[in-house]
């Protein structure tokens, strides 16, 4: 009987500890992706907005990835009705090239977004997207034409963001 009665006792310790370990990596993300609120800007002719975006390294390694050279930030997209990413940019050629981020590190870029020509003012809702090349070899390999295959991204996408733009 005592046998019996350990053996419960155990066989629900174990299924307790399973399930507690099961739901803590359920939430668990390798990497993060945060937009913060954004500055709006005016020239006079066009209008901005400078938005700061975190990407997170959550995990115990160094994330090796791929980033362009030109138009710069060319990973980042935003998912938005008014806004779109400004690749006004003069370039002589364009790359990959590979950045790292270290374990439990961030990196801080700012994107510049700018608003379409219909935008008068308003509520603006709005998040960031990062294409993940976390696989460099793979990815140049297929840039330098070695391999037909294009290496898919790991998507992550940002928090939403809602602001109010007073247009001037």
């Known amino acids: 009987m005592y046998c019996k009665s350990v053996n419960i006792i155990l066989f629900a310790f174990l299924i307790v500890i399973n399930l507690s370990f099961n739901s803590s990596k359920r939430g ?3 990497y993060t992706l945060i937009a913060k609120e954004g500055k709006y800007a005016c020239d006079g002719m066009r209008q901005y907005l400078y938005v700061p975006v975190l990407l997170i390294n959550n995990t115990n390694d160094t ?8 138009p710069l930030n060319k990973e980042y997209t ?11 940019i003069v370039c002589d050629a364009t790359f990959p090239t590979q950045l790292t981020i270290p374990p439990h590190q961030s990196k801080e870029t700012e994107m510049k977004l700018i608003f379409k020509n219909s935008f008068r003012g308003g509520a603006v809702e709005y998040k960031m997207v990062f294409d ?7 990815y140049m390999y297929w840039f330098m034409n070695k391999s037909p295959v294009k290496p898919h991204p790991k998507i992550l996408q940002s928090n939403v963001i809602q602001m109010l733009i007073v247009s001037r």
Request: neutral net charge; glycine residues 0%.
């Open 132 to 138: 993940l090349y976390n696989e460099p070899l793979k």
């Open 78 to 88: 935003v998912q938005c009705d008014v806004l779109t990413r400004d690749y006004n």
């Open 63 to 70: 994330l090796k990835y791929i980033a362009w050279t030109c």
């Open 28 to 30: 668990y993300q390798p």
